[in-house]
């Protein structure tokens, strides 16, 4: 159903499925969306037609997603330390290890980086996707529990951390 609010929006359920805990959205060039389910620990493609595609499943705590400018999507795995991609033709492939407790996601406008959040060790990363190196861009600083990540368009990373309520400008 659908519902109208004030100044003229109307909003309506997109997806709706009582068994999946959708969490993390990434829209993609192609229409698709795709959705994580942290306590499910599965990863779901969405099509516009309405069709849900489970992608992977019982992987533990996945958390952020992100998309490239080639349409691939990457999904971390909060429990594992890794991050994931996926195809635009489906093919699911292990990207980055070794982790602690990768929670928000970010690709740089020019798909060359993905910044992650690690929440455990309450670090910013930066992982280069032509050759999945890992460099730590920034720690302390205030930053407890690092959960989600963005970049400004001037090159600032804004870092949510979940344990003191703070959003730190790297």
């Known amino acids: 159903g659908s519902i109208v609010l004030g100044f003229g929006q109307t909003v309506h359920t997109y997806y709706s499925n009582s068994s999946i805990g959708f969490e993390g959205i990434t829209w993609m060039p192609n229409g698709d ?9 599965d990863v779901y493609q969405l099509k516009p037609d309405g069709t849900i ?3 992977a499943t019982n992987l533990g705590n996945v ?10 999507f990457y999904y971390s795995v909060f429990s594992k330390g890794t991050v994931y991609k996926v195809t635009p033709d489906g093919q699911t492939s292990l990207f980055v290890s070794g982790l602690v407790t990768p929670a928000g996601l970010h690709l740089s406008a020019d798909s060359n980086y993905m910044y992650v959040a690690e929440f455990d060790s ?3 990363s930066k992982i280069d996707l032509s050759d999945q190196s890992v460099t730590k861009v920034a720690s302390g600083g205030g ?10 368009p001037n090159g600032d990373i804004l870092a949510a951390s979940f344990y003191n309520t703070r959003i730190t400008r790297i």
């Open 53 to 55: 595609n489970t992608i």
């Open 143 to 152: 930053m407890l529990g690092v959960d989600g990540i963005t970049v400004m």
């Open 33 to 41: 969306i795709y959705s994580v389910d942290y306590y499910g620990g």
């Open 122 to 124: 309450s670090r910013v």
């Open 63 to 72: 958390a952020g997603g992100g998309a490239d400018a080639e349409g691939n």
